[in-house]
Nanobody, 114 residues
């Protein structure tokens, strides 16, 4: 049974930073890990990915401000988010793929507001 649990969301002022964590059980992020987000009334969008070799991908809006990383020993995926803006208020989800099945966490809320 694969379970992913996100944490680290919360309230932050514009320009602030947050670090999200995603802890995995029954799997890990050594092959693939990713973060997506879903803002109110919008479709879920991919934010960042990391492959087994450490290659990273960032969406246009995340590039230069967000950093995805992992700690294989802790089975944990991270997303460091800097210079957040109000448009990035969303539920952030981590996900991974195991045996061609995608597993999602329950999400963590990020609110950016003054």
């Amino acid at each position: 049974q694969v379970q992913l649990v996100e944490s680290g969301g919360g309230f932050v002022q514009p320009g602030g930073s947050l670090r999200l964590s995603c802890s995995a059980s029954g799997s890990n992020f050594s092959i693939y890990g990713a973060w997506s987000r879903q803002a109110p009334g919008k479709q879920r969008e991919l934010v960042a990915t990391i492959t087994g070799g450490g290659t990273t991908y960032y969406s246009g809006s995340a590039k230069g401000r967000f950093t995805i990383s992992r700690d294989n020993a802790k089975n944990t995926l991270y997303l460091q988010m800097n210079r957040l803006n109000p448009e990035e208020k969303a539920v952030y989800y981590c996900h991974t793929i195991r045996r061609e099945v995608t597993y999602w966490g329950q999400g963590t809320q990020v609110t950016v507001s003054s």
